[in-house]
Nanobody, 115 residues
Framework: QVQLVESGGGLVQPGGSLRLSCAAS????????MAWYRQAPGKQRELVAQ???????TYADSVKGRFTISRENAKKTVYLQMNSPKPEDTAVYYC?????????WGQGTQVTVSS
C-alpha cells in the first residue's frame, strides 16, 4: 500500500522561498512518476510539476523557472522547491504517485503567498 505524507507548507512572502516534501511508503516509489498538483479555491486541481523514475522533469508554464521538482531515492522523498512565489501560487499542494492507471494522493499541504 502506498502512503504519501506532505510537509513544508505555510505562509511565505512574495519573492521568498519554500520547500515542500513528500515522503512515500512502499516500493512503488522507485519505479513511479511522482508529481505535485495544486488546487486553489474554486478552481480545478492542476499539475504543477512531475518527475519520472529516471529523473525527467515537466513543469506547468506558470511555474517554469521558479519551481524545481527533485527526488531523493534513498529517502523515498520528492521535493518541490518554490522560489519567487506569487500570490497566485496560493493553493493546497498535493503529492501524487502514478502507478499505471492508478493514482495515489497525499493529504495536501496549504501554501499561502502573501505579504
Amino acid at each position: 500500500q502506498v502512503q504519501l505524507v506532505e510537509s513544508g507548507g505555510g505562509l511565505v512572502q512574495p519573492g521568498g522561498s519554500l520547500r515542500l516534501s513528500c515522503a512515500a511508503s512502499g516500493t512503488k516509489y522507485y519505479i513511479s512518476t511522482m508529481a505535485w498538483y495544486r488546487q486553489a479555491p474554486g478552481k480545478q486541481r492542476e499539475l504543477v510539476a512531475q518527475i519520472t523514475s529516471g529523473g525527467i522533469t515537466t513543469y506547468a508554464d506558470s511555474v517554469k523557472g521558479r519551481f524545481t521538482i527533485s527526488r531523493e531515492n534513498a529517502k523515498k522523498t520528492v521535493y518541490l522547491q518554490m522560489n519567487s512565489p506569487k500570490p497566485e501560487d496560493t493553493a493546497v499542494y498535493y503529492c501524487n504517485l502514478k502507478d499505471g492507471s492508478r493514482n495515489f494522493w497525499g493529504q495536501g499541504t496549504q501554501v499561502t503567498v502573501s505579504s
